[in-house]
């Protein structure tokens, strides 16, 4: 059989069991068995078993449960809520005032949480009430909050980050810290849209009175609630990169620290550690789930030879590798359309690297780039997973064709980006290249 018809079949036949419902990781598990046996008989579940046991018991997956477990303090301890007091205090009279702190609290929950999902839900109930109010559009009130809320999956510490590079053998260290300055453009696109947007039609965003805080109010609130919560981004962010902790030692850090600081607020009790310990539980396992069947998938992919035909047929390509790059971000764009975003990861992984390494492409920028892409995938019409978390704690007679009206522009925003990363690589590597 043709490489290209066996890998159509073993797309096609994932795609469509994840479209009757089946999970994930058990979609691929069963791809992995009725593959290994057609390929390398009985004989291959052995070395599935051992592959499967393999992908686990490595180091570099340590930090996902730390991360979700410090991202599960801080939100069920409540000492995430009290940075949006501090950002709005802080912001004066800019155009589209509320809908810019949207964005800012998403940025700084993403340096403490890592959790797309949470960030959207928790500013969408809190701010949404306060836009309508005060006479937001829709535009302005549902846009930068699902737009901004994907920040977390690019701004470190990023489970899914850790995940990809666990995945694809990039340096995991890397990869957190190259997340850096592309969520920091992308956060800047955003806030000049809105900015833009509101001084060209001022009746999207209302100007409103802003009761005036003393500069000393200002200083003592961030000293008392924000200052604190850098003490993790540092432990997180600032021990990786100056060399002193890998990223595993990192994330235990972190996670301490927010036990730490749960204790110093008088926040930690029984019901916050129970819930953040279930939490945690039920996120890693997912995870490690779905990581199991990639991995696995990915040695059927090997074994099926699909991998190395691809990798010689993309070599003798007369095209430049940033072309053949373009070209795979566009696949998951449109993979985003209908698939989440750890689906798209196991599809395209075992299919993308060896392309990537035989082109000698950076692997920091290449994994950036995709999870750039993934990330608009999570608010891309008409199944991105944001817009129904939006839809769900949006006002009463908002529907489906407002949130996607009201998301189109930061998707576009998010694709700008993208293209300035892939014409300006060191946005994404500069960082990378200074840890020690």
Known sequence: MEWWLILLLIIGSLVFMMLT???????????????????????????????????????????????????????????????????????????????????????????????TMANTAML?????????????????????????????????????????????????????????????????????????????????????????????????????????LVLIIFCVLGTIFIGVATPTEAAALGSFASFILAVLYGKLNFDVIKKSIITCLEVTVMAFMIIAGSMAFSQLIAFSGVTRELATLVAKLNVTPVLIVIGMQLVLLFLGTFMEQVSMMMITLPIYMPVATALGIDPVWFGILMLVSLEIGFTTPPFGLLLFIMKGVAPEGTTMADVYSAATPFILCNILALGIMIALPPIVTFLPSLIR
Request: include cysteine.
């Open 21 to 115: 419902g089946i999970p994930v990781a058990f979609a691929f598990m069963l791809i992995n068995f009725v593959g290994i046996y057609l390929f390398m008989g009985t004989a291959g579940f052995s070395q599935l078993i051992l592959s499967i046991f393999n992908s686990l018991t490595v180091f570099t997956l340590a930090p996902v449960p730390f991360f979700v477990l410090m991202g599960a303090v801080i939100f069920q301890s409540g000492m995430a809520f009290r940075v949006l007091d501090i950002l709005d205090k802080w912001l004066g009279r800019l155009p589209g005032r509320l809908s810019i702190l949207a964005v800012a609290a998403s940025v700084t929950f993403s340096t403490l949480t890592g959790s």
């Open 124 to 228: 969408g109930t809190l701010l949404i009430p306060e836009m309508s109010r005060r006479g937001y559009s829709k535009t302005m009130s549902l846009g930068p909050i699902v737009g901004s809320g994907g920040l977390a999956m690019i701004i470190p510490p990023s489970a899914l980050g850790v995940i990809l590079g666990g995945l694809a053998g990039i340096s995991i260290a890397k990869l957190l810290i190259g997340g850096i300055l592309p969520g920091l453009l992308m956060a800047a696109l955003y806030i000049s849209y809105i900015i833009i947007r509101c001084s060209l039609q001022p009746n999207l965003a209302p100007a409103y009175d802003v009761v005036s805080t003393p500069m000393s109010e200002k200083v003592a609130s961030l000293l008392k609630h924000a200052l604190p």
